[in-house]
């Protein structure tokens, strides 16, 4: 039995498809290698998921209806998807929404199309976003919560694919379930988030913007206790009895649970790197937000799910990483 994960090259993606090698799971991944950034860092780790006898990588774009179903349709081997590709940032929508459109949405419904002609399918899982929440006051964000107002086109296709899978779900009876993914962080970590960014100018003696004026809270998640969290999460069959989940489709926040200022995760930075950062204050950024704060009481409850890391052994393991991806000594 196989578990298909699409984005297979992506930053969870791959971390996602090593660990269920590592534990003997037969994985078919899917991705399109799409130059959003730089390709050879997906090669690098399609290259490492390779090494393992029970991988196979499919170079597809989900988005491709033909090639989707010539490719997998009616696949008996199929128990399990975790759909995590997806085209990712929010400053990027404001320069190629259509993007959005074709690999978040589009891609989602191929995908649920897809699902519904694998015959021993037992569960979908799919990204979502702690992007959902949007300007949201209350914090920290429940998935009680109303998420009806998104201040990017990103978070709007992702509001858009939980409500489209939960359509599926009523109408096709398919177990379904979403991850809230709260700024996800770590070794082969994507080059346009926060982590990769800060790192890359201090090295560089760059200097790094820091939005509203500094005034901006994160809760950053590394990316084991993302992975952690996946993991339990495709082994369960628990029914939910939560208040607005039912039986067959549910989502789940998955974060540290604790803000952190990213001047301060700078400060970790300038320590771990021994080099001082060039700061320029900068007004908020549209589509961005002051602060994330995941409340982790649902997942916490029902799968024991409790994140590990702490900033500073986090920060410590990208670091060690990026300096060995280039070469830095």
């Known amino acids: 039995m196989s578990i298909l994960v699409t984005g297979a090259a992506g930053f969870i993606g791959f971390h996602a498809c090593k660990r269920l090698l590592e534990r003997g799971n037969e994985v078919i991944g899917i991705d399109n290698f799409n130059a959003y950034y730089d390709v050879s860092l997906k090669e690098a780790r399609c290259n490492q998921l390779l090494q393992h006898p ?29 759909h995590l590709a997806a085209q990712a940032g929010v400053r990027y929508s404001f320069i190629n929404p259509y993007e959005y459109i074709k690999s978040n949405v589009m891609g989602q419904v191929v995908l649920l199309e897809l699902c ?40 709007a296709t992702k509001k858009a694919d939980e409500l489209i899978s939960h ?75 939560i208040e607005g989940t039912d039986d067959n489709y549910n989502i789940y926040n998955i974060g540290n649970n604790r803000p952190e200022d990213v001047s301060r995760f700078i400060s970790i930075l300038e320590e771990l790197i021994g080099k001082k950062a060039i700061i320029r204050l900068a007004p908020m950024q549209p589509g961005d937000v002051v602060s994330t704060f995941a409340d982790i009481a649902k997942i916490k409850n029902k799968f024991d799910f409790s994140p590990k890391t702490s900033i500073e052994s986090g920060l410590f393991k990208f670091v060690d990483w ?8």
């Open 54 to 82: 029970n991988f196979k990588m499919k170079r597809i774009d989900i988005a491709d209806k033909d090639t989707m179903f010539n490719e997998f349709e009616e696949n008996e081997n199929i128990t399990k998807v975790l």
């Open 322 to 329: 990026y300096k060995n991806y280039h070469n830095l000594g």
């Open 116 to 155: 519904k002609t694998f015959s021993k399918l037992d569960h979908f899982i799919y990204a979502s976003s702690s992007s959902v929440y949007g300007g949201n006051k209350k914090q920290p964000f429940s998935e009680i919560d109303k998420v009806d107002h998104p201040v990017s086109l990103y978070a």
């Open 167 to 241: 359509v599926y779900s009523e109408l096709n009876s398919i177990k379904m379930t979403g991850l809230r993914f709260f700024t996800v962080y770590g070794p082969w970590g994507r080059p346009d988030m926060s982590a990769y960014i800060f790192t890359k100018a201090i090295f560089e003696g760059q200097p790094i913007d820091l939005f509203n004026h500094g005034k901006m809270k994160r809760d950053f998640t590394f990316i084991d206790d993302v992975v952690d969290g996946v993991l339990e999460i495709i082994d369960s069959n628990k029914d939910i009895d």
